[in-house]
């Protein structure tokens, strides 16, 4: 039965067929913001990156054997998928299909049936049939899978609960915090876990009650609230790992226009896991700003002071990575694209992992994070110096600099605050 307002209109994200409600505008460039729910056809273009991203990392995964040898199956959860536009695009996008079981969970049947009939209307057709494993507490036999993905109307936590996976994403409206204990439990003895938290009024410091409630945290609002936030996050995330006695490794972790993205590989070790809370504190606000293990003056935290990317993965993670992997071939476009819409979809897809593979090795270990807007009163020059001067200059020294996916122009760098300063002044 086709839901209400079928089939709209057709939007083509990444590589895959989205049907619009034909009261949902065409996409915009770089859009930005938490999109209003419209109803079952609802769809948030500002979270594409993410998606791609996810798609990304997924195809990584299989074609660099990190997550689990070449030769075994990965099984793939989109816990809360909606419309399922993310299930669909791993289903559509990420090569060596052979090896994957993709499971789309939504409560919201209506979203779930509009996701469904996309999928149906748009087949892969690659004969990739399965049939799913049965449930911890039900041993009958399910049936099998056509195309690909198993879509199932459920609640997320007892779907995890039922049955393990290797790769689960959470992208819930609001804070994922009542979701993280399920997840983590039902992650095999390695899996990767994927997390999405839109209360950013919370992890940023504006709701105080809510971040202490929810995530335990104090949060301060000034220019590195954003890197907060993700730290703030990925500590939650590790302290609930711990309890179950596993590990994060994280893969890659960025603020991304409205909400905060993480991707962390999860492992079972009793003796990492008692480890976790080296890599947890607190940053104290000062010039610079410095992480502390015991918080003083002014700070925000607690939160995950360790890396925040894995510099192989996130190394890989190229424009040109992108778009190959991603991008629209001539038979996916739809009927009434342009060479506008065509040359559209291709720089959202760049800008997806713009950055990323080249701050990869420096935010996969100790570095500072500057806000340029502050270097130059900071510097005592009154002006914003050049970041090409600055990073040649730091380059000189010996040192790296990088540009940063954030809302605010930043960089990472491996240099002390002093040489900075003194590059600044330098290069005015």
Not at 205 to 228: F, L, P, Q, V
Not at 292 to 319: H, K, N
Not at 361 to 385: F, M, R, T, Y
Request: with cysteine; glycine share 8%; charged share 25%.
């Amino acid at each position: 039965m086709e839901p209400e307002g079928w089939p709209g209109h057709i939007w083509l994200e990444g590589r895959t067929s989205v049907h619009l409600r034909d009261h949902q505008p065409r996409p915009s460039h770089m859009p930005r913001g938490p999109a209003a729910k419209t109803g079952e056809g609802f769809l948030n273009p500002a979270m594409a990156p993410a998606r791609t991203r996810s798609v990304l990392l997924l195809a990584d995964a299989l074609e660099n054997n990190w997550l689990v040898p070449e030769d075994k199956i990965v099984r793939v959860l989109d816990a809360l998928c909606a419309t399922g536009v993310r299930p669909r695009r791993w289903r559509k996008e990420v090569p060596h299909q052979e090896r994957l079981r993709i499971t789309a969970n939504d409560l919201d049947s209506d979203a779930l049936a509009w996701g469904q009939i996309s999928h149906e209307k748009h087949p892969i057709g690659d004969g990739i049939d399965w049939i799913p494993e049965p449930s911890r507490f039900d041993a009958k036999p399910q049936d099998s899978v056509k195309d690909g993905i198993q879509w199932i109307n459920g609640d997320a936590k007892r779907l995890m609960v039922e049955s393990p996976f290797q790769w689960i994403d959470l992208d819930p409206f609001g804070s994922p915090v009542s979701f993280l204990d399920t997840a983590i439990q039902s992650i095999s003895r390695i899996g990767v876990l994927e997390v999405t938290a839109t209360d950013i009024a919370a992890l940023c410091g504006s709701a105080k009650t809510s971040a202490a409630r929810r995530y335990g945290s104090i949060g301060i609002r000034d220019a590195y609230m954003h890197d907060d936030a993700t730290r703030i996050l990925l500590g939650v995330i590790a302290r609930i790992a711990a309890m179950h006695d596993k590990s994060i490794h994280p893969i890659l972790s960025l603020f991304d226009g409205h909400h905060v993205r993480v991707s962390v590989l999860l492992k079972r070790s009793k003796e990492n896991a008692s480890n976790w809370r080296d890599k947890i504190g607190y940053r104290i606000r000062s010039e610079p700003y410095h992480f502390a293990a015991i918080p003083s003056g002014e700070f925000s935290g607690p939160m995950w002071t360790g890396p925040i990317f894995d510099a192989d993965i996130a190394g890989r993670m190229t424009a040109e990575r992108a778009l190959e992997i991603c991008a629209g071939k001539k038979e996916d476009y739809p009927e009434d694209w342009t060479d506008f819409d065509i040359e559209h979809s291709q720089r959202e897809i760049e800008r997806s992992v713009r950055h990323i593979s080249e701050s990869a090795e420096l935010l996969s270990g100790d570095h500072l994070l500057v806000a340029v807007d502050q270097i130059g009163i900071a510097a005592g020059i009154g002006q914003i110096p050049s970041l090409k001067k600055l990073k040649s200059g730091l380059e000189e020294r010996g040192y790296k600099m990088t540009q940063c996916q954030m809302p605010e122009p930043m960089f990472a760098t491996n240099a002390d605050w002093q040489t900075v300063l003194e590059v600044a002044r330098s290069a005015e």
